[in-house]
């Protein structure tokens, strides 16, 4: 198991403009094709962030998910316009320990 975890930073103001983007047209859109663990906005250090960490059974399943959602109708499109609100946009990936989880 593998995890991204993605960072969007949004110019000042347009965290609500993306949130409600992703709500009315990108959920749809992603749903089939990646497993969202969480999704947060910051309340400290950096501001006007929103941070999403995606599961994936590995990076071959990751891409090969990918190369599917970029032949979904519509989402090109939906893409563009999210990025014009974005100042930048950083993708980690993490791999899971053999620690347990935190409960």
Same mark, same amino acid.
């Given at each position: 198991?593998?995890?991204?975890?993605?960072?969007?930073?949004?110019?000042?103001?347009?965290?609500?403009?993306?949130?409600?983007?992703?709500?009315?047209?990108?959920?749809? #859109?992603?749903?089939?094709?990646? %497993?969202?663990? !969480?999704?947060?906005?910051?309340? &400290?250090?950096?501001?006007?962030?929103? $941070? @999403?960490?995606?599961?994936?059974?590995?990076?071959?399943?990751?891409?090969? #998910?990918?190369?599917?959602?970029? %032949?979904?109708? !519509?989402?090109?499109?939906?893409? &563009?316009?999210?990025?014009?609100?974005? $100042? @930048?946009?950083?993708?980690?990936?993490?791999?899971?320990?053999?620690?347990?989880?935190?409960?």
């Amino acid at each position: 198991m593998i995890y991204e975890l993605r960072t969007y930073t949004c110019y000042p103001g347009t965290v609500p403009t993306v949130l409600d983007m992703w709500e009315k047209q990108g959920k749809a #859109m992603l749903d089939p094709y990646f %497993k969202m663990v !969480g999704q947060w906005t910051s309340e &400290t250090g950096t501001a006007n962030q929103i $941070v @999403t960490l995606w599961a994936f059974d590995d990076m071959n399943h990751r891409q090969e #998910m990918r190369e599917k959602l970029m %032949k979904h109708p !519509g989402f090109l499109e939906y893409l &563009t316009a999210c990025r014009k609100y974005y $100042v @930048t946009q950083t993708s980690q990936f993490l791999s899971a320990t053999a620690l347990s989880p935190i409960k």
